[in-house]
């Protein structure tokens, strides 16, 4: 339950150098902008050219200290923080008071009547806190039913050990970030040793075709990278992560690599394979039994 401030917010272009992304960070800024000033738009990712002239224009932007503007919040959890969408109280611009409460949908024993539900004692605080206000319901539509369109054609059980690893990063897990730079240089050296690792084994399958007499080399490079992406993870954690994460890598197939080093944190997106209606009908009668219980007088927006 966060009770923080939205508004806006001016960074010099240059700030995400040290990144290795800058392209894809200035090109989201961008649209972050586009939808504040004009309203909501569809926006394609840059094609080829585009993505050359994006290059161009931020390495301009850097060199003379333009300055970009967008939606910022307060909250200095480690997921805004990652995404630099970060920025304190004193730095926003027409900053407005903004409650951000998360939650997983509460639970019921009689789900479809709720004769008998078991709300959680924060919802029920919010609603009393709420009444007669309003508010906007945000539905992550990732819990009923989402295909990773990062990993089509990469199976489950290989993407597994990949997403523990990104969600375990020790700075992610920290709480609320007191040094912002501190924070995002650990978050660009963990990406970097993830990068490598997954570089070095996609080599090294080249490498075992043209060459299986290099196969021994290769093996001992990819225990280095291992250990060294290790230093990321929680010590009572890690050793079940880097065995389930090199069990993956044995047996994954090249493709399967390439498109998990494609995805980068992309592969923590949840894949709920739906074959069949029933794999959604209790989360829906849930989900709908919920909504029943927060009908008032408030304003609700659903997305």
């Known amino acids: ?49 585009q993505q050359q002239q994006l290059q161009q224009q ?31 109280d004193g730095d926003l611009v027409s900053a407005k008071p ?10 019921w024993n009689d789900v479809g ?33 989402c295909g990773n369109p990062f990993l089509s054609g990469v199976r489950p059980e290989v993407a597994a050990p990949f997403a523990a690893v990104q969600n375990a ?7 609320p970030v007191l040094d912002q730079a501190a924070f995002l240089a650990e978050s660009d050296a963990f990406s970097a040793a993830y990068n490598r690792l997954l570089d070095s084994v996609v080599s090294s399958s080249d490498s075992a075709i043209e060459d299986p007499d290099d196969l021994i080399g290769d093996n001992d490079s990819c225990e280095e990278q291992l250990l060294a992406m290790g230093e ?9 992560l880097l065995s389930k994460l090199k069990q993956a890598l044995d047996s994954a197939q090249r493709s399967e690599l390439e498109r998990i080093r494609d995805a980068k944190d992309m592969v923590t997106l949840p894949l709920h394979a739906v074959t069949q209606a029933s794999d959604v009908d209790e989360k829906l009668e849930s989900f709908e039994t919920f909504i029943t ?11």
């Open 1 to 49: 339950d966060y009770h923080v401030a939205v508004g806006r917010c001016q960074q010099l272009s240059g700030m995400c150098e040290e990144s290795g992304n800058n392209t894809q960070f200035l090109h989201k800024r961008r649209e972050a902008q586009q939808f504040v000033e004009s309203g909501p738009s569809t926006c394609n990712p840059p094609t080829g050219q």
């Open 58 to 88: 931020q390495g301009s932007a850097a060199a003379n200290g333009l300055l970009l503007e967008t939606l910022c919040i307060s909250c200095a959890e480690p997921y805004f923080v990652e995404d630099r969408i970060y920025c304190p």
């Open 98 to 107: 903004f409650r951000l409460f998360v939650s997983e949908l509460p639970t």
């Open 113 to 145: 009547t709720g004769s008998t539900e078991k709300e959680l004692p924060q919802m029920q605080k919010l609603l009393e806190d709420s009444k007669g206000a309003s508010w906007t319901l945000d539905v992550c539509l990732d819990y009923f039913v």
């Open 169 to 175: 990063a020790t700075f992610r897990r920290a709480g």
């Open 232 to 240: 990321f993870l929680p010590c009572h954690e890690r050793q079940g």
């Open 293 to 303: 219980h927060l009908i008032s007088d408030a304003c609700m927006g659903i997305h």
